[in-house]
T-cell receptor, first 114, second 113 residues
Framework: DSGVTQTPKHLITATGQRVTLRCSPRSGDLSVYWYQQSLDQGLQFLIQYYNGEERAKGNILERFSAQQFPDLHSELNLSSLELGDSALYFC?????????????FGPGTRLTVT | DAKTTQPNSMESNEEEPVHLPCNHSTISGTDYIHWYRQLPSQGPEYVIHGLTSNVNNRMASLAIAEDRKSSTLILHRATLRDAAVYYCILSTHSGAGSYQLTFGKGTKLSVIP
């Protein structure tokens, strides 16, 4: 158990819908990261937040957005869902925001878009 | 982002040491070398990371070449639980406190009982 929690574990929804994925980082961690893992693309970095501020952006679509709240939990919002958005979404957290800190990953949310 | 090269797959016998190689010839002076592993349908798990010196922790050892262009993850006694995809990743420290892990395809390690 990494100490990072993600809800829900599974999500099934239809194309065009909007969903929200939630992540609670390990106690004391200030940085949160979101990743997407699909069969054809592998693990892809989406976005990083550090203490409420966006710090780095990866291959995140404009239909996707995220935020980190004052209690440090984070939400990833996916809208206008397409079949290709079906994937595992992982959240990770680290103590600091720099490269010398290891990241701890949650168990993921499996999103299925039908 | 700097790139790494790993073998697609490796096999090891249970209870024997495993050496997983990684080449990163374009590494820069501020890049950290991270190793993560992932079991099917689970989130990646942190294994070890380092900058210049060799590192040891309860899970593994990381041996970094003197020129830092390659590294080796060492599992001292492979168990069936160590069967996973192992990712060698370079991450660059940014003054703005941001960085990302760029995962490649990794090495799939099979452990034979």
């Amino acid at each position: 158990d990494s100490g990072v929690t993600q809800t829900p574990k599974h999500l099934i929804t239809a194309t065009g819908q909007r969903v929200t994925l939630r992540c609670s980082p390990r106690s004391g961690d200030l940085s949160v990261y979101w990743y997407q893992q699909s069969l054809d693309q592998g693990l892809q970095f989406l976005i990083q937040y550090y203490n409420g501020e966006e710090r780095a952006k990866g291959n995140i679509l404009e239909r996707f957005s995220a935020q980190q709240f004052p209690d440090l939990h984070s939400e990833l919002n996916l809208s206008s869902l397409e079949l290709g958005d079906s994937a595992l979404y992982f959240c990770a957290s680290s103590v600091g925001g720099g490269a010398r800190y290891e990241q701890y990953f949650g168990p993921g949310t499996r999103l299925t878009v039908t | 982002d700097a790139k790494t090269t790993q073998p697609n797959s490796m096999e090891s016998n249970e209870e024997e040491p495993v050496h997983l190689p990684c080449n990163h010839s374009t590494i820069s002076g501020t890049d950290y070398i991270h190793w993560y592993r992932q079991l099917p349908s689970q989130g990646p798990e942190y294994v070890i990371h380092g900058l210049t010196s060799n590192v040891n922790n309860r899970m593994a050892s990381l041996a970094i070449a003197e020129d830092r262009k390659s590294s080796t993850l060492i599992l001292h006694r492979a168990t069936l639980r160590d069967a996973a995809v192992y990712y060698c990743i370079l991450s660059t420290h940014s003054g703005a406190g941001s960085y990302q892990l760029t995962f490649g395809k990794g090495t799939k390690l099979s452990v034979i009982p």
